[in-house]
C-alpha cells in the first residue's frame, strides 16, 4: 500500500476514536482514490495486497486500543531432546472444531469437539477432543513440539472488512456482531491457544485452503497429484488448484469470494428449508426426486460458470455480505416463493429445485477438474472442502474418466483441516529429506477411525453403573447374532472400536438394516432417527463383491461416492412425484433399503483389514 494512503487510513480512524468503526469506513470510503486500498489484479486482490492492507487494518486496531492484548507469561524453556517429533492441528471458531495429532509424520489420533459435547458442529476451542489425542498418544502437551492452526485470521478480517466498506450501511448488522467475535478470539489465536492450554511452545498459522490440501495430498496414496479444494470461502480463498509431488504442496490457481460454490449451494440449502453448514447433503439427497426445470434460470440470472470452472454470482440476489442471510427477496421472488420453513411440505417444485443446482454443481466440479486436469497434467486428483462431501458431484467426477482415480478427505470440511495443517506444518517444518523424497505405497488415512475406543471393562463398568440389561458373547457368536437379527428384520445400533473422524458412519458408531427390507428405509427414518422420509440409506458391502451390486469398478472406503445399482437389479416403478412418502417405499430393486429413487447408492466398501480394525 502506499504510505500515504496507509497513514491516511490510520489518521481518519484516529480523529473518530469515540463513535462507531463503522463511521471510519463511511469517512474513508469518501476520501479521494480510497479504493487503491484493494489491489485489483485480475478483479481478484493481489497475494501482496491481502498481507499489506491485512498489516494496516491490525495496526489501526492496535493503536486505537479497540482490542486488549492477551499477554502471556515470559518463560524460559530449557530445550529437551524429543525421540518423536508431535504437531498437533487444530480447527475451530467457526464450526465442527476439531483436532489432529500427528506423530513423525502418521496420524495418531483425530476427532471431532462434537463427539464428547455432544453438540453437532460445535465450534468451540477442541479442549476435549486435544486432551483425548494427547491421551491416545500417552504424552504430556510439553511433549508437542508445535501447534498449528487452520486459518489466517488477519486475512479473514481483512476480507470482512474490504466487504462491508463495500456494501456499506447496510452490513452494519453483520460487522457489528462479527468484530465482538474477532474482538474475543480470532485476533488472538496463538494467545488463545497458549492460555487454554497453558502452551508455551510455538503456534502457527496455515492458510485455510492450504490446509484443506494437505489433508486432501498427505494422507492419499499418491506421490504426484492435482489437488482440488472447494468450500464456502477461507479467507479469500473459495476454490484452489494445487498440486502435489514428493511432499510438497504448490497452490496454482485460487478463486475469490464472493463468489463461490459452497455459498451457492448453501444458498438452496437455506431456500429448500435446510440449515445452512449442515443440511446441505439433505438437500444432495432431495434432489434426486425432482426435474433440472430450473437450470436454466440458475445459469441465467445468478450465477456465470467460465471454461475453467470458475463462477461469478450476480450478488443482487444474494444476502449474505449484507445480512445473517444467505439469499434476498430478490432470490425468493426469482423462484416466485418465499424460502420454505422446515416445517412445510417438501412439494415437486422444491424437489424440482434440489435437482436443478446439483445438476449445476456437478456441472462446475466437472469443469474445474478439468482445467485441473490442464493445468497440472497429473494422473490423479485429491479433493477435500466442504463442497467434497458431496457424493454426486464426486461420482460423476470419478466416472468421467478425466483423472485415473481421485482419493477424497473422509472429513473434507473444516474438521479434516485440524489434521491438514498439522500435516502441512510437519513437513514444511520437521520432515526430513528422506520424508519429503520418500515414494508412497499405501494411504495415510487407513481406515479414518482415529477416535476414541472404549475397552470391554470400561463398557461393562458403564453398564453395571446405569443398570443396563446386556449379555456378553464372544466375537463369532456376536456376529452370527447380528446376522440373525438383520435377517429377521431388527434394527442394530453397533459400537465397535475407534470413533470415525469426518461426518460419515463407517461402521464404528452406526445403525445397521437388512439392505433387502423394502421398508427398512421409512423405519429408520421416521421411527428412529426422526428425521426426513426421502433421506437415503448407505449400503456397506465387501470390496471383493462391490462390482456384483454396484456399476463401480474401484473401492468406496469412505461413503463419497455414489454409483447406480447394477441395471439386473433394478424393478419398475410408478414414481408419485406429489407424495414423497409412497415414492420412497416403493420397491426400485432387490435392494430397496439402499436403492435411492434415481437407482443410485452411497457405496462403502467394506476391506478385511478394516473389519478387523473395528472389530473389539
Same mark, same amino acid.
Given at each position: 500500500m502506499n504510505p500515504d494512503y496507509r497513514e491516511r487510513f490510520i489518521h481518519l480512524a484516529e480523529q473518530y476514536e469515540n463513535v462507531s468503526f463503522v463511521d471510519v469506513i463511511e469517512k474513508f470510503k469518501r476520501e479521494k482514490d480510497a479504493y487503491k486500498l484493494y489491489f485489483k489484479k485480475d478483479e481478484h486482490y493481489s497475494e501482496y495486497g491481502h498481507q499489506v492492507v491485512a498489516e494496516a487494518i491490525i495496526e489501526t486496531i492496535q493503536n486505537l486500543n479497540l482490542l486488549t492484548s492477551?499477554?502471556?507469561k515470559s518463560v524460559e524453556i530449557k530445550a529437551e531432546p524429543k525421540a518423536s517429533t508431535y504437531v498437533l492441528g487444530i480447527s475451530a471458531f467457526y464450526h465442527d472444531a476439531a483436532t489432529a495429532l500427528i506423530k513423525d509424520g502418521e496420524i495418531i489420533a483425530a476427532a471431532q469437539e462434537e463427539r464428547f459435547t455432544r453438540i453437532k458442529n460445535d465450534p468451540r476451542f477442541p479442549e476435549k477432543a486435544i486432551n483425548y489425542c494427547l491421551e491416545e498418544a500417552k504424552i504430556s502437551l510439553e511433549q508437542v513440539s508445535s501447534i498449528a492452526f487452520y486459518d489466517h485470521p488477519y486475512l479473514t478480517l481483512e476480507r470482512i472488512l474490504a466487504t462491508q466498506v463495500q456494501v456499506f450501511p447496510k452490513g452494519s448488522e453483520i460487522w457489528k456482531?462479527?468484530?465482538?467475535?474477532?474482538?474475543?478470539?480470532?485476533l488472538h489465536i496463538p494467545a488463545l491457544i497458549r492460555s487454554y492450554l497453558d502452551?508455551?511452545?510455538?503456534?502457527?498459522?496455515?492458510?485455510?485452503?492450504q490446509s484443506h490440501a494437505a489433508s486432501a495430498y498427505f494422507p492419499s496414496p499418491f506421490t504426484k497429484a492435482a489437488i482440488l479444494t472447494v468450500d464456502g470461502v477461507g479467507e479469500w480463498a473459495t476454490a484452489t488448484i494445487g498440486y502435489a509431488e514428493n511432499n510438497e504442496i504448490k497452490i496454482l490457481k485460487e478463486m475469490h469470494y464472493p463468489n463461490s460454490v459452497g455459498l451457492l449451494y448453501s444458498a438452496f440449502t437455506y431456500y429448500t428449508g435446510f440449515k445452512v453448514n449442515e443440511g446441505e447433503y439433505k438437500l444432495m439427497g432431495l434432489a434426486p426426486y425432482g426435474e433440472p426445470t430450473y437450470v436454466g434460470i440458475i445459469k441465467e440470472k445468478l450465477i456465470t460458470i467460465h471454461e475453467d470452472g470458475s463462477i461469478t454470482l450476480n450478488m443482487e440476489y444474494f444476502g449474505f455480505n449484507e445480512k445473517f442471510c444467505m439469499i434476498n427477496e430478490k432470490f425468493e421472488a426469482l423462484f416466485g416463493d418465499s424460502a420454505r420453513q422446515k416445517d412445510e411440505k417438501i412439494t415437486k417444485k422444491v424437489m424440482d429445485i434440489a435437482n436443478s443446482i446439483q445438476v449445476v454443481t456437478n456441472e462446475i466440479i466437472l469443469k474445474m477438474a478439468q482445467y485441473a486436469k490442464k493445468l497440472t497434467g497429473a494422473d490423479y486428483l485429491c479433493m477435500a472442502g466442504g463442497v467434497a462431501l458431496n457424493c454426486v458431484a464426486n461420482g460423476k467426477l470419478l466416472r468421467s474418466g478425466i483423472f485415473k482415480d481421485v482419493w477424497i478427505q473422509p472429513a473434507a470440511g473444516d474438521a479434516g483441516s485440524a489434521l491438514g495443517c498439522a500435516l502441512e506444518l510437519y513437513y514444511t517444518k520437521f520432515a526430513t529429506a528422506q520424508q519429503k523424497q @520418500?515414494? /508412497?505405497r499405501?494411504? @495415510?488415512? /487407513?481406515?479414518s477411525y482415529w477416535g476414541p475406543a472404549y475397552s470391554r471393562d470400561e463398557i461393562k463398568?458403564?453398564?453395571?453403573?446405569?443398570q443396563y440389561k446386556y449379555v456378553e458373547l464372544n466375537p463369532s457368536k456376536r456376529n452370527s447374532l447380528i446376522a440373525q437379527y438383520l435377517a429377521d428384520g431388527k434394527i442394530i445400533g453397533h459400537f465397535s472400536g475407534r470413533v470415525e473422524y469426518g461426518p460419515r458412519a463407517l461402521g464404528a458408531r452406526s445403525i445397521l438394516g437388512d439392505a433387502r427390507d423394502e421398508q427398512a428405509q421409512s423405519i429408520l427414518n421416521l421411527k428412529i432417527k426422526f428425521r426426513e422420509s426421502f433421506r437415503p440409506f448407505a449400503p456397506t458391502v465387501l470390496e471383493e463383491e462391490i462390482s456384483t451390486y454396484f456399476d463401480i469398478d474401484r473401492p468406496s472406503p469412505y461413503m463419497l461416492l455414489i454409483a447406480d445399482v447394477r441395471k439386473e437389479r433394478w424393478l419398475k416403478t410408478h414414481p408419485d412425484q406429489e407424495d414423497i412418502i409412497q415414492t420412497v417405499n416403493q420397491k426400485r430393486s432387490d435392494l430397496p433399503a439402499i436403492t435411492?429413487?434415481?437407482?443410485s447408492a452411497r457405496i462403502q466398501s467394506i476391506a478385511k483389514m478394516i473389519i478387523q480394525s473395528i472389530t473389539i
Open positions: 492477551q499477554k502471556t456482531e462479527m468484530f465482538v467475535k474477532w474482538a474475543s478470539t480470532k502452551y508455551r511452545g510455538d503456534v502457527y498459522i496455515v492458510d485455510h485452503h @520418500a515414494v /508412497k499405501s494411504c @495415510a488415512q /487407513k481406515s463398568s458403564y453398564l453395571d453403573t446405569y435411492h429413487i434415481d437407482y
